[in-house]
């Protein structure tokens, strides 16, 4: 781990970057999660003033033990052995290149170092951001899907509950299609809240309001399908109707983001009317939670597939969650319209379909 990049500045800002030298190694050829994604963003964070008042961490990789807490061994043995025998594809969406074995493991091992940036008693750290590839919210305990081999942000809540004693985790799902894999993963655990705010329907189908979780977990599990077509209002509503009360009644050590920016209005993989201010509102309002909490605060890069866009929201992000961690305004964020989005009759009939599905769990 670095300080701040300029070993003379008298500030740091509060939430640290990872970085992850070998994401390049994951190769995808013209597939939309390709390398080119976090090297834009990462050109274009290294250009501002403000990266030499960052920490900024080189992901390393993790050893097979600490993904082998939430994907059994024989998931690794399928990865492994198709990256060995060449590359290949693990499913119609899902390629591997002779590498990707070892950069999941990197990626997995920049989602660990996000937490204990945070975790560790003597950090400087509020949050982390970590910018790493392959995503991993699809993976399910036993399968590779939609460009997912290992689960990151699975990975890292295990690793907070393990190593520094976190009992409760929370996590956040913005990425435009449902986490399908994390919530695979704590479907049946109390101890992980999950929440998942994704367009409905959508690849890969999963995330019905009424999936709220099984056995022990039931009611760990929060699904907000989106209608097509909603904007920056509609998502920031569901953050304050149901995400913030939720994860402030859970009160979690740790609050982790799949941060995924493919419900931007520009991005070609969905089909929502999110903007710049959308991604800068709603991650200022997790900053703000998990200051209010005490809580440490984790993003792990899911989706975002176009080049043009990531960089300036990626950006947005960190400053948002800057603002939040310490109390402040954030930059722009009164910038939201509040005609964009769906008929506001639908919108509330959605609304009130999650809350009633949470209803038997949690007073909303």
Same mark, same amino acid.
């Not at 800068?280 to 939670?289: E, I, Y």
């Given at each position: 781990m670095s300080g701040p990049n300029d070993p003379g500045a008298q500030e740091t800002l509060p939430t640290a970057v990872v970085v992850q030298p070998g994401q390049a190694r994951h190769q995808t050829g013209g597939h939309p999660e390709s390398h080119l994604r976090l090297e834009a963003v990462i050109d274009h964070l290294e250009g501002l003033p403000s990266w030499s008042l960052r920490?900024?961490?080189?992901?390393?990789?993790?050893?097979?033990?600490?993904?082998?807490?939430?994907?059994?061994?024989? %998931?690794?043995?399928?990865?492994?052995?198709?990256?060995?025998?060449?590359?290949?594809?693990?499913? =119609?969406?899902?390629?591997?290149?002779?590498?990707?074995?070892?950069?999941?493991?990197?990626?997995?091992?920049?989602?660990?170092?996000?937490?204990?940036?945070?975790?560790?008693?003597?950090?400087?750290?509020?949050?982390?951001?970590?910018?790493?590839?392959?995503?991993? %919210?699809?993976?399910?305990?036993?399968?590779?899907?939609?460009?997912?081999?290992?689960?990151?942000?699975?990975?890292?809540?295990?690793?907070?509950?393990?190593?520094?004693?976190?009992?409760?985790?929370?996590?956040?799902?913005?990425?435009?299609?449902?986490?399908?894999?994390?919530?695979?993963?704590?479907?049946?655990?109390?101890?992980?809240?999950?929440?998942?705010?994704?367009?409905?329907?959508?690849?890969? =189908?999963?995330?019905?309001?009424?999936?709220?979780?099984?056995?022990?977990?039931?009611?760990?599990?929060?699904?907000?399908?989106?209608?097509?077509?909603?904007?920056?209002?509609?998502?920031?509503?569901?953050?304050?109707?149901?995400?913030?009360?939720?994860?402030?009644?859970?009160?979690?050590?740790?609050?982790i983001v799949s941060a995924g920016q493919d419900g931007h209005y520009a991005d070609g993989l969905s089909n929502q009317a999110l903007t710049e201010v959308g991604y800068?509102?709603?991650?200022?309002?997790?900053?703000?939670?998990a200051r209010d909490l005490g809580a440490g605060l984790v993003a792990v890069h899911e989706g975002g597939y176009n080049p043009d866009t990531l960089p300036t929201l990626d950006r947005l992000i960190l400053e948002g969650f800057d603002a939040g961690l310490t109390g402040e305004v954030a930059p722009g964020s009164a910038g939201l319209d509040p005609s964009a989005g769906l008929d506001a009759a639908e919108w509330e009939g959605r609304l009130e379909e999650v809350t009633t599905a949470q209803r038997p769990f949690r007073n909303l």
């Open positions: 920490t900024v961490i080189e992901a390393e990789p993790v050893g097979t033990d600490s993904v082998e807490a939430c994907h059994p061994e024989s %998931h690794l043995e399928t990865v492994r052995r198709a990256a060995e025998s060449g590359g290949g594809w693990l499913d =119609g969406d899902t390629p591997v290149s002779p590498l990707s074995f070892e950069t999941a493991l990197e990626a997995c091992g920049g989602a660990v170092g996000a937490v204990d940036s945070v975790l560790e008693p003597a950090t400087v750290n509020r949050g982390a951001f970590a910018l790493i590839r392959p995503p991993g %919210h699809h993976a399910t305990i036993d399968r590779a899907m939609g460009f997912c081999l290992f689960n990151n942000a699975a990975v890292a809540a295990r690793h907070a509950q393990r190593e520094h004693g976190i009992e409760r985790v929370a996590i956040i799902d913005w990425d435009v299609h449902h986490g399908n894999g994390t919530q695979d993963i704590f479907y049946g655990d109390p101890n992980v809240l999950f929440i998942s705010l994704h367009q409905w329907p959508l690849y890969p =189908g999963t995330g019905w309001l009424d999936e709220t979780g099984r056995e022990d977990g039931a009611g760990s599990t929060v699904n907000i399908p989106i209608p097509p077509g909603a904007g920056d209002r509609n998502w920031v509503e569901a953050f304050e109707r149901v995400v913030e009360p939720t994860v402030r009644a859970f009160e979690p050590g740790l609050v800068l509102t709603m991650a200022h309002r997790v900053g703000s939670v």
